[in-house]
């Protein structure tokens, strides 16, 4: 979806500056502020609402999620319309405000517009991308952003070639093709993977819903606030302390951050859909797992991004239209020295979406603060009275390395203070408390029963008792047999693997198993056997665990077995056997 | 799993241990079904057995029914684990089971 998003933004740039001149993309980074702040609800209640959403529905709670989920959707139409209503009257003040030169001001009225008018159309795209991705259809979510995307660049080319319709034409070809992208709601709505619905809930439920989303989005609301107030403070600076030629280097700079965007974004989304529910089944080992290949990941892309800038600067110059003879030299120079921001933005980028998905605010918000404002704008000052616009552009990275160092520093104090409970920078249970044991196999009835006597082993060496251990074990064959031998035998079916994971924490052994076979929910399950013999394995599983669940997640079975340690077997359900 | 056989009076003993799951009830079953007929009774000793799923169970259940109309068919001395299923899946009222 991010990558979609960014994607769509990076050519938009480039058939902009190409088409209509550099000066048109200043004057669409000079609109940035009015965008972020439109946008601001939507995202609010988008990355809010899917992070309870996707946490209720890591607890099985589906109800909840849906009326979290109505709650966001009406909030998001209401406050997007009363923007609407305000488009005759701020447009012209605000593009006058923004835009330092009369050119400018021309330039960017049509633009700001256009883009209150079609922001409820936007609002509702951005909240339901958001709820497709928690909600099982995260092939919707992309394809929303790719359809209003294609839709956008199309329109753009058109409008902007044929058509005299100029700074109007870039902003209407934006809102109509995320109104194209809306269609998806009909699939989504028609999705049997789809376990959102539409609970019709009162006002005052709807109100009580959106301080817990509103407080879950904030880090995201605040990152664009921040970059409205950072965008602001910034393009004012330049445009009207440096004039419009330094502007034209920094739009095409402040446009090369969305390549890095493009990149890393799809690697960090994985965080926001991934953890959450991760983090709702309480898979520490999971989210552990999956932290480290995506930091790895982004480090090796925001790198080789950041070599090709330095090597090749002018391709970048020349891809988003500047073409200044007389100042490329100065253009390569601060494009070369704003690339150095790439990693440490996609490691700012991973710990505000990470702690903000985990429901840990207050690091998310510190971070985002810090990087788009007070470490950003003191120092973009500082150095553009001693170096101008180099001294602008060296800024970015500057502010990016302190503010990981202030967070990484703010985060190890509020633990020691006993504020943050969790140990580590991921703020999770300490490793120690913890063990693990980790099994992926093919789908086969002899990996499954290896599986069970791997699982079984695995608990005598770390302790567990036998009849424990057996109970796991006994666990494991059942749900991976019945997934091998009834999971995939559909056509469409390809992959054939099961994942199992043990842990043992807080008492009690949690056993999860995932698979990508056919939808099958065993606490659904009843026998079919009418005889003597009532009880199958799912039935057995069912007498034995202390808690059984399933969920289906990103096309997954997600079954999830809990054992007390000491308990293992509800006594009662055995005597009570007995005595029948 | 290992299959130990013996046979005194038409009655055999077949001594089992290991594990008796998915991939090694057939064995037994098969096992079974080839001394039933010149069985009158089988005896499963299960002293030795550690671990029982549900297809285990199946294959007691199975033999059960095999030699139903015959002496029948005796588990004998199952340890604590194998019983807890066993109980758990509601034949102990069913199978002969000797400690």
């Known amino acids: ?580 | 799993m290992n299959i130990k056989t013996t046979k005194e009076n038409n009655v055999t003993t077949i001594t089992i241990d290991g594990r008796l799951d998915t991939m090694t009830s057939p064995e037994l079953t098969e096992e079974i079904n080839k001394l039933a007929p010149e069985s009158n009774k089988i005896i499963l000793d299960v002293s030795q057995l550690e671990y029982i799923s549900s297809a285990g169970i199946r294959a007691l259940v199975t033999a059960h029914k095999l030699m139903s109309e015959k002496d029948g068919f005796t588990v004998k001395a199952p340890n604590e684990n194998v019983m807890e299923i066993i109980k758990l899946t509601g034949l102990t009222s069913v199978l002969d089971i000797v400690k």
Do not use: W
Request: glycine share 6%.
């Open chain 1, 1 to 580: 979806m991010v990558v979609a998003m960014q994607l769509g933004n990076v050519v938009d740039g480039i058939i902009v500056g190409n088409i209509l001149g550099s000066s048109a993309l200043a004057a669409i980074s000079l609109s940035i502020p009015v965008l972020y702040v439109l946008q601001l609800p939507a995202f609010i209640l988008g990355v809010g609402g899917s992070a309870i959403v996707s946490n209720y529905l890591g607890k099985r709670e589906v109800e909840k999620a849906s009326k979290v989920f109505f709650s966001c959707l009406v909030s998001g139409i209401l406050i997007s319309l009363i923007f609407c209503a305000t488009a005759p009257f701020l447009s012209r003040p605000l593009a006058h405000l923004l835009a330092g030169t009369p050119e400018l001001e021309e330039l960017l009225y049509p633009y700001i517009l256009v883009n209150i008018l079609g922001i409820p159309f936007l609002t509702l795209a951005i909240q339901f991308s958001y709820f497709f991705n928690v909600d099982n259809n995260p092939v919707l979510g992309s394809m929303m952003f790719i359809i209003a995307n294609i839709v956008n660049l199309t329109l753009d080319v058109l409008l902007l070639k044929f058509t005299p319709m100029g700074m109007y034409g870039t902003a209407l070809s934006t809102i109509i093709g995320y109104t194209c992208g809306l269609i998806l709601i009909v699939p989504y709505a028609l999705s049997k993977k789809r376990m959102l619905s539409l609970k019709f809930i009162s006002p005052a439920e709807c109100l009580r819903h959106l301080p817990d989303t509103i407080k879950a989005g904030t880090p995201s609301g605040m990152f664009y606030l921040m970059m409205a107030i950072k965008s602001l403070i910034l393009n004012t600076c330049v445009v009207r302390l440096l004039g419009q030629a330094d502007m034209e280097i920094f739009s095409v700079c402040t446009n090369s951050v969305l390549i890095a965007e493009l990149f890393v974004g799809g690697v960090i989304g994985l965080i926001q859909t991934i953890c959450g529910i991760l983090c709702g089944e309480r898979d520490y080992y999971g989210i552990r797992r999956l932290v480290k290949r995506v930091i790895t990941l982004c480090v090796i892309l925001a790198s080789f991004i950041t070599l090709v800038f330095l090597v090749f600067p002018q391709l970048i110059a020349g891809l988003f239209g500047y073409s200044n003879t007389e100042l490329m030299d100065k253009a390569i120079t601060c494009i070369r020295v704003f690339s150095l921001c790439f990693v440490f933005y996609a490691f700012n980028k991973f710990l505000q979406t990470y702690y903000q998905t985990i429901l840990k605010p207050s690091p998310a918000t510190l971070d985002t603060v810090l990087q788009n404002l007070l470490m950003l704008i003191p120092i973009t000052f500082v150095l553009l009275y001693m170096c101008g616009i180099v001294g602008v552009c060296a800024a970015t990275p500057i502010s990016e390395i302190l503010t990981v160092l202030i967070v990484c520093t703010f985060t190890k104090i509020q633990q020691k203070r006993g504020k943050l409970p969790q140990k580590g920078l991921l703020l999770l249970p300490d490793k120690n408390d913890e063990s693990y044991c980790d099994v992926t196999i093919k789908g086969t009835e002899q990996e499954a029963v290896n599986a069970s006597e791997k699982l079984i082993e695995y608990c005598t060496d770390n302790g567990i008792d036998i009849k424990s251990a057996n109970l796991i074990g006994l666990a494991v064959e059942e749900i991976a047999v019945n997934i091998s031998r009834f999971g995939y035998n559909h056509k469409k079916i390809k992959r054939n693997y099961i994942d199992i994971n043990l842990s043992k924490s807080e008492g009690k052994l949690i056993l999860r198993i995932r698979d990508d076979g056919v939808p099958f929910d065993p606490t659904q399950y009843k026998s079919e056997e009418k005889e003597l013999f009532k009880l199958g394995g799912i039935n057995l599983i069912k007498q034995t665990a202390t808690k059984l669940s399933y969920i289906r997640v990103l096309n997954m079975n997600n079954t999830v077995i809990e054992l007390d340690i000491n308990n293992t077997v509800p006594n009662a359900q055995v005597e009570a056997l007995q005595k029948n």
